[in-house]
């Protein structure tokens, strides 16, 4: 039914939003994040892997705290941008969710139509 007329679309989307994901989070860290261990770009330059509609990116540890605006000793960083939960939440939850309300969306509105056109 529904599910799986979705999947494989579902499957096609995560993949390119998590590509398209990768791609901006490259762009920020060879910009503000270089000129360190190169295991931050390393890892945003492998592709997503997709399989039964889970997405996996393998990320450093520290990534998540490269979004935090202050150091340890609550001063602010002298190099700062956001690098994760803003992109993360955008591209696949934001990205993804508006895709599939429309789709959704059609699907009813086509099987309501065909089913009153055949009575």
Known sequence: ML?????HTLNGLLMEQGEQL?????????????????????????KPTV?????TIQ??????????????GGK???NYEPI?????YGYLYGGIYRRLKYAVGGY???V???????K
């Open 108 to 110: 009813v509105r086509r």
């Open 59 to 72: 990320y450093p540890l520290y990534i998540r705290f490269l979004d935090m605006k202050k150091g340890r």
């Open 76 to 78: 602010k960083k002298k």
């Open 51 to 55: 399989a039964n509609m889970k997405m």
């Open 84 to 88: 994760y939960n803003k992109y993360v």
């Open 22 to 46: 990768l791609a901006t989070q490259k762009m920020i860290a060879t910009v503000y994040y270089a000129n360190r261990t190169g295991a931050l770009l390393s890892s945003l330059g492998q």
């Open 3 to 7: 599910t799986e007329n979705y999947i």
């Open 112 to 118: 309501i139509t065909h089913n009153l056109n055949e």
